[in-house]
């Protein structure tokens, strides 16, 4: 065989295995690689979405703190409050307690001054009596002088 005919089957061979190859064989790995850069790019897209969901979540997170922080410092100020209002409630139920302690001790020593005094009017007047009686040693008519000695009484 001559050189020529050699060069002419081998093309012939050549574009036979190209069209083989390009009919058999280049469509699926074609196909894979298409798929496979589909996939690609459906797998970044899918990481860049859970990114922005990341993202949004984190952000959500951050305002769901930020409200509890605020509700838990609203909470403690309002318990703050109520301590502090059940303490001078309490100051004042005391102090409203002593003043009617007071007020009673003030009553009671009133009641105890006027019995003492009365007592004393009565001592000084039987003494004035006895005193009386030793004075004039002569007939006292009690029934007589009641209404001096009564006069007496009230006048100390």
């Given at each position: 065989m001559s050189i020529t005919a050699t060069l002419i089957v081998q093309i012939v061979v050549f574009f036979l295995l190209a069209a083989f190859v390009k009919t058999f064989?280049?469509?699926?790995?074609?196909?894979?690689?298409?798929?496979?850069?589909?996939?690609?790019?459906?797998?970044?897209?899918?990481?860049?979405?859970?990114?922005?969901?990341?993202?949004a979540a984190d952000k959500r997170v951050e305002q769901e703190l930020a409200k509890s922080r605020a509700e838990t410092a609203q909470m403690l100020a309002d318990a703050e409050r109520r301590a502090q209002s059940i303490v001078e409630d309490a100051k004042s139920r005391a102090t409203e307690e002593g003043n009617k302690i007071v007020a009673a001790a003030k009553v009671e020593a009133d009641q105890q001054t006027v019995r003492a005094r009365e007592q004393l009017r009565e001592q000084v007047a039987a003494l004035a009596v006895k005193g009386a009686e030793q004075i004039l040693r002569r007939e006292v008519n009690a029934s007589v002088h009641a209404d001096l000695l009564n006069r007496l009484k009230t006048e100390l």
């Open positions: 064989v280049w469509p699926p790995i074609a196909n894979a690689l298409d798929e496979r850069a589909k996939k690609v790019a459906e797998g970044l897209a899918a990481a860049d979405k859970a990114k922005a969901e990341l993202q």
